[in-house]
């Protein structure tokens, strides 16, 4: 059951502040209500706290719960009722407080909650649930429809009731419907998969959640027999269609983590429904593994193409220098002296003797010359062929755009395919796909035209594996079915919906209204920076343009902030020892994140003591100790109970509202709000830093990926309070269209970047130029390209924003050069003018350098901190299913942000011991601690798990962030201990 924290349901903060105190204030129709109604002070006061209360609420809370700056607040805006605060109480328990109710419901015109509303509440309940499967997101749409009718608000627990049940019967219901529309012959394939074959250990349930292994060309192979197989298990993606598609993940992600026994007790509707769906969702994970391998085979096979150019440029090198001498010897022959017939016969004799051969020489090397790599291709791909061929036949590939082409060559190469001969006739089919560094091998001429009647068979069926290769990369082909590699353009918002919320979505990123605004607005301030940082240069002593490229002199150290140093000696020495379960035990009373973590069917965990147990699996594979080991360390758990929460207790969804949790409640401190934003690297796991130190984001990434395309994920996976307007990257967010798409999420994005003098600088206008940086600019930008695109660009903007479609999603597609897609031509030209005035003002601002050194110094730092969490396998991932190694980015990112968070804690203490001791601590000094402290923790030795232990109540600074009096303050029993 979700907490009232999870939800819209209105509360009371503890300690509000004065902007929400205000809203308490009541109007002249309320205090003349409340004159006519009541006659006694008390009276008053009761009935009018009782209104304003309700008012924000929607329900009615007792006296006590109310915070007593509010009823203060109050009395006071009311003549008369200043004393009046100290009665109060005697209004709870008597029933003089159900006829002050009476009136308040009367005077806001709603109803209590009764029979109808219960109606009410049921019905938008089981209509909510029928789209969602969250809980608190049913909760939010009974509240939304009980405000909207004019009901009281029922009891948090009353809500979480109807919320919970309407799921249940509106995922029965799915559940039938689903095994109703199952042919007897696919219920009958589905029920088989859970049958252990005689003398096999594993049943083919097993099977359905197999992993691709390497891309090499026999596990392709493989993975391609599987496909098949998943296909001939499938139900079809027809008996879905009529369910949302967040319903189908949920049932999805349900059935991975169960075995074929759990699956075979299940009843048979809900069993074949969640069968059914993971079955589609493997299919199109398939689908996704197969074009990446597919990707990863073509690519290799051209880098083994250019690697055999570079030994063949190599090998005739010296053919190269006996071609030179026999040059040399011709010319010079023609220029001896004597008689026009002696000179002829002396030059024929230099060639004459190897004419065959140095012919063939010649052609060798115009070929390497003119075709690069192209003529090398067909060496290391003979064998391969056939699992290409395969590969286009069983992976349906679709154009995005109106050029078929590339699709009509593809069906071409397919029907042909069993065919030998040297040539192909091509006549009707369309060659415009072909590039020009591929059309004289293909066509076998240089011209276009006429048109070829028939093309080299060989080099034809590369070019066309070699286009799809890359089309697949830009989004140019799409694969239907699939995930990733699916029509980015049905994820985003309808044209309809776009246009309605394109003026809030502007003035929320803070851009101009129109396109046209915006355009004007991005050509001011390029050529208001580069007229600043011309007008400037002659004066910046730390850089120079050399050679039309400019020099930056070397960052120096900054001095160190005063007092930092000596504060945080001081604070070192306050920080008491503490071991690190204890620590994470400490996070769990303050905050109750385990209470994110439960089956993955939505029910509660039916298991003893599971905060306990949720913990200590946190703490193994967090740590990554692994369960065998963590067993041994902690007598009382068992390896296979560690490894059953994990499997089927933990999702991704979990880790991630666990980890919102920490991060608001850290939000709440005021000692880390001092430092700049960060975005930074973890080797294969990303992570994504705040200023305040403590990571916003995480997930995990296969090795070759582009990571500057997972940056901008933040934007649309981050729930947290700390929502950062400021990124700062590595090299690889350099890229035009990542800050063409920043730029439009309202993102202000500040990467370090290597060799950032090759970049090129666009001037705003052809016939601006600048006295002493015109030599940097080497382009104009297309202002009627980015206008003309403008509302495109914004629908992936507003898209993102709603949720429908991830930044990495569309930057997959527009990192890669498309000639078709004008959407890529329009980010990359917008990133160029948002990119060229971020590197005008790197270039002319010391302190912007500065703050992207200590960003980057931040990143390091936190690298190290989460290496030294991940201590039992030194931070290295042996896992080898993926949604395993997400979760153990998740658990390491989880286990972190609690011990930063911790020190947080302690740190604050310190800080409120040294006030109270009337030590001054200046800000400046604050600005330089960090909470990376790890001297204090024990990671070693005891791992006893003492919930009886009850630690200190948060600081003032972090009450109102934690989830209040509720279970996450109360003392937990039991204990779980163990020794290393």
Known sequence: MPLVSDTAYPRLELN??????????????EIAFVRRRARQDGARLALLVLLKSFQRLGYFVPFEDIPFVIVEHVADTFPGLTGAAAVLADYQTSTYRSRLTSLVREYAGVAAFGRLARTVAQAAAAEAARMRDDVADIINAVIEELVRRRFELPAFGTLAKIATAARAAANRDCHRHIANTLPTEARRRLNELLTLPPGQARTAWDRVKAEPKRPRPHHMRDFLHHLDWLRAQGAGTAVFASLPAAKVRSFAAEARTLTANVLAEMVEAKRLTLMAALLQSQIARTLDDLADMFVRQMQRTHARAKDALAAEHLQRFE??????????????????????????????????????????????????????????????????????????????????????SLEEAIAFVLKHHDQRQPTLRVAGIDLSFVPPSWWPLVAGQKARDPAPATVDRQIFELCVFTRAMIELKSGDLCIPGSDIHGDYRDQLVPWEICRRDMAAYTEQAGLPATPAAIVAALRDQLSATAKAVDASFPANEHVAIVNSKPVLKRLRAQPELAGAAALERRLKERLAPIDLIDALADTEHWLNWTRHFGPASGFDAKIDRPRERYLATAFCYGCKLGPSQAARAMKTLDRRQISFLNQRHVTEEAFDAAITTVIDAYAGFRLPQYHIRYGGYGGIGYYLVSDTYIALYSRFMACGAWEGNAILDIVSDNRSAIQPDTLHADTQGQSAPIFGLAYLLGIQLMPRIRNWQDLHFYRPDKDLHYPHIDSLFTATVDWTLIEAMLPDMLRVAVSIKAGRVRPSTILSRLSTY??????????????????????????????????????????ELFNKYVQWVAFGESGLITEGVRDEQRKLIKYNHLVANLLIFHTLVSMTRSLDQLAAEGVAVEEEALAGLSPYQTEHINRFGNYTLDFTRVPAPLPADGQAAAPGSGPAQKQLPGVLSGHV
């Open 16 to 29: 509000p502040p004065a902007m929400e105190v205000a809203r308490f204030t009541p109007m002249p129709a």
């Open 319 to 404: 053919h190269a220098e006996t071609l030179i001498a026999l040059l040399r010897d011709t010319v010079m022959a023609c220029r001896s002296e004597g008689p026009p017939e002696q000179r002829l016969a002396n030059v024929e004799a230099l060639p004459l003797p190897d004419a065959d051969g140095i012919l063939e020489r010649c052609a060798a090397h115009a070929s390497t010359t003119e075709h690069g790599h192209l003529p090398f291709l067909a060496r290391f791909a003979r064998g391969q062929r056939r699992l290409f061929l395969r590969f286009l036949a069983a992976v349906p590939l679709a154009s995005t755009s109106q050029d078929r």
């Open 818 to 859: 498309s000639r078709k897609n004008k959407l890529y031509f329009a980010f990359r030209e917008l990133g160029r003018v948002v990119r060229t005035i971020f590197l005008l003002k790197f270039l002319s601002s010391l302190e912007l350098r500065h703050l992207i050194q200590a960003a980057t110094n931040k990143s």
